[in-house]
């Protein structure tokens, strides 16, 4: 949607900085637009989200320890309330600090992020007590859920408008990269070191990754701050200052493509965590002799980096919001194959299929809001639809096992997640069908 653009002056901006919706993203789309230190910046962002992706993994690798290892007292079911603290706090983390990268600007945000979740990472390995662990998960998964927004805000405007779909959800592929690396490196480290060792990883972030980032990572002060006119579809005040916050998102012309978004986020966060959760207990319930619970993870994660990759040549080619479309009927139809109690083959085959679609689609619609939103609303929308998804990461789990003990069997837990991945295309159908009526009611006003 095209709004007049602010017709304010530009002020100059300070060394280091770059006006948000003035970078690479808004220019041509040739080498001279994507610049080395762009392509620093893209990569330090992209190992930011690795170690997010491991943090987010690491403690579904140590819960049995915790339990079985320590003498907290952890029981299966304290044990998963222990666990959904990291996703409350990324709940919160995500709304406000997508909010704050619009107002502060994407490097201080990223970087404080980054160092409250490998500070608080850390100090994991020190709990004396489960309260005090949850604790520090909740402090940690603050900086987490604020982290992904602000980092993908960034690199939006880093990019070349061409590239920028695909770049953001290549980004997103960072998730299931180091979940896979949580859930190797356990292996080794956890018996020969017990494990603390997990938590102390998170050290390489605090002494490389964010050293990396202070050095590439450029600023982007928002049109508020710079007076610079935002990009297309930015709606200017004629003073040169955009409005910026949840109250501009939740009005029009926003509000209805915000809400659709953030409920489609919550559905598809519900399969992704609900599989990353269950599907390990899930299997071995269902009778099959699979290996161990790490098997079932590398499965579902190796879908999630291929549906990394394949998703974002596909949105590009066709477009993120027809590819999502596609990607979640995917996961839809993988999932309910399973139900019918396959072959071991094809189990495998539709866990990676599941990882394919749940983990694309939601790369694919990160990618979708990065793009539909103006650069002064950027880091708050997509705050706002990652904030409002987390519901769905902290319900999964606890949905899963309500189910199981209920007595619905192992196939209720399928069928629910493989509903969530429905409903998913079927909200992003209808955000394509208004973005689709939008495009050509403005062709023809024009």
Known sequence: MNHTPSAAVPQRPSAGTIPAGTGPGTAGSGPAAFPRRSVMAVLVCWLLVVFDGYDLIVYGTVQGSLINDTDWGLTKATAGTVGSMAFIGMMIGAIFAGRMSDSWGRRRTILGCAVVFSVFTILCAFAPNAPVFGGLRLLAGIGLGGLVPSANALVAELVPAKWRSTIATLMMSGVPIGGSIAALVGIPLIPAFGWPIMFLVAVLALV?????????LPETLPPAVTGVAGETGTAGNGAGKEPVGFGSLLRAPFIGMSVLYAIATLVTLFAWYGLGTWLPNLMQLAGYNLGSALTFALA????????????????????????????AAVAAAGLLVLVTGPPVAVVYLMLVLAGVGTHGTQCLIIAAVASHYPAHLRGTALGWALGVGRIGAVAAPQVGGLLLAAGLGVNSN???????????????????????STTKAVGVSQ
Do not use: C, E
């Open 414 to 436: 399928f069928l629910a997640f493989a509903g969530a991945a429905a409903a998913a295309a079927v909200l992003l159908g209808i955000i394509g069908t208004k973005i689709a």
């Open 208 to 216: 490389v990754v964010i050293p990396l980032g202070l050095r590439y």
């Open 300 to 327: 579902l994660n190796l879908g999630a980096v291929a549906g990394s990759v394949i998703t974002a040549w596909a949105g590009t080619r066709f477009g993120p919001i027809p590819t999502a479309i596609a990607a």
